[in-house]
């Protein structure tokens, strides 16, 4: 567990953990748990930052760390078919953060509307004629409420995202980008 908290991303390092606790191997899991739950969690203060639980210059409470970082550990448990009540005396989480946890799918809330419009309006004016086509094309389906799945195909840099997104969200709608390449998907965050 040492060289792995050293070496992996922390996430990966409650996937282990999981597993240990699976294989039966541990005689008193929470030890393992106190040993090295600061280490496990270092990265929640962050995430839960960044989730808008707390304000940015809030300090968070040790406890709501640790209990998300169980929290998190039971939720890879239960995907496995067990939980932290299996592991006794492991601690179990004292707060649900399911309904806390914002679904990165549907966070167009997160979007500022006032600047969505002015992108759009700034993009719009330079757009090529095949960009003005899709762009139409899309605003019509959004419009008329039809649901209809586009596929945009062409080189980085000819804002096939902004085709498919600020407009919608300009609207405070829902645009939802899939990329299929992995740094695509890492880019899309951006718009």
């Known amino acids: 567990m040492e060289e792995a908290i050293t070496m ?19 005689a008193e899991p929470h030890l393992l ?18 989730m808008n639980h707390y304000q940015a210059d809030q300090e968070i409470p040790e406890n709501d760390v640790y209990n998300y970082g169980l929290w ?17 005396p492991m601690p179990f989480p004292q707060q649900q953060w399911a309904h806390r946890i914002p ?6 809330e997160q979007y500022n509307v006032d600047e969505m419009a002015t992108l759009v309006d700034e993009q719009k004016a330079i757009f090529n004629p095949d960009q003005a086509i899709a762009f139409d ?19 980085g840099g000819y804002g096939k ?3 498919s997104a600020a407009e919608v ?11 299929s390449s992995g740094i695509t998907t890492l880019l899309l965050n951006s718009i």
């Not at 998190?72 to 006794?88: H, K, P, Q, S, W």
């Open 103 to 108: 679904n990165s799918l549907l966070q167009a």
């Open 137 to 155: 094309t899309i605003l019509e389906s959004v419009t008329n409420n039809q649901g209809h799945l586009f596929f945009i195909h062409a080189a």
């Open 169 to 179: 969200r300009r609207r405070d709608q829902v645009a939802l980008c899939v990329a």
């Open 8 to 26: 992996q991303p922390r996430i990966a390092c409650h996937w282990l953990l999981a597993v240990i606790l699976l294989t039966n191997e541990v």
């Open 72 to 88: 998190n550990l039971n939720r890879i448990l239960v995907g496995m078919g067990r939980n932290l009540a299996d592991f006794l």
């Open 161 to 163: 995202t902004f085709l």
């Open 33 to 50: 748990w106190d040993q090295f739950k600061a280490r496990l969690c270092n990265d929640v203060k962050h995430k839960l930052h960044h």
